[in-house]
Structures are given as C-alpha cells and as structure tokens.
C-alpha cells in the first residue's frame, strides 16, 4: 500500500511555466561553446544550458542574418513616434475647435435674428397709437 501512495502523482496542478528569456550575450556565448564542443559533448552543453537544439538552430540562423542585431529581439511594445503622436493630438483638437466654432456661429445666427425681431417688434410699438391712462 505505502508503494502506491509513494507512485500516486501530486494531485496539485503545477504552476503554468514561464516562457524564458535569453539575452544576445548569453545566446552568442552558448553558440560559442557549442561550436567549440566535439560531436560528442554538444549534448551535455544542451543539458547543461537547459536548452533544445531547436534553440541553437534559430540563433544560429539569426546570428548569420544580423549578428547580434538579430538575437536580442527588442521587448514589449514600440515606442510611438512622438511626432506622429504630436499631430494625432492636434487634429483631434482641430476637430474639437471646429465643432466649437460652428455652435458659436449658430448662437451669434439666432441671436442676429432674435435682434432683428425684437427691433421690427420694437419699431411696431413705437409706431402705433399710445393709450394715455
């Protein structure tokens, strides 16, 4: 019985693994001792480094694309060009000004009218009989 309990796995779900990173210093190290290795150690230097020779072959073919260029990825998101970002930024307050501009337009009409009005409103009273009380 104590043969079955020891053989039993772990019940607990183990914690989702995080994908590793390697700097352009370490790969091109790696590469190096893999390189200088015989055909019968590269295997150790693979397990010594934790590696899969998957791993070797991509920063292989990087290295011969752009050095070390081409192994240290750049991380995370690109920057915005601030100049781009600048002119976002003044067209949206571009619009914003122009929807504001035509609101005034429409008040400065109405109350042009409104004027208008109110003086033929106004002339029309002055002109006509006044009641003496």
Request: glycine share 6%.
């Amino acid at each position: 019985m104590a043969d079955d309990a020891t053989r039993r796995p772990d019940p607990e779900v183990p914690e989702r693994a995080r994908r590793r990173t390697f700097t352009a210093k370490y790969k091109l190290k790696v590469l190096t001792d893999y390189d200088a290795a015989p055909d019968g150690e590269k295997g150790a230097v693979l397990r010594r480094e934790g590696l899969y020779s998957s791993h070797i072959t991509e920063w292989r073919k990087a290295r011969d694309v752009g050095a070390l260029a081409g192994l240290a990825a750049p991380r995370g998101r690109k920057r915005r060009d601030a100049q781009a970002e600048r002119i976002a930024r003044l067209e949206a307050d571009n619009e914003r000004l122009e929807k504001e501009l035509a609101k005034t337009r429409a008040v400065v009409d109405v109350q042009a009218k409104l004027h208008v009005l109110l003086e033929t409103l106004s002339e029309s009273t002055d002109c006509g009989p006044r009641s003496k009380r």
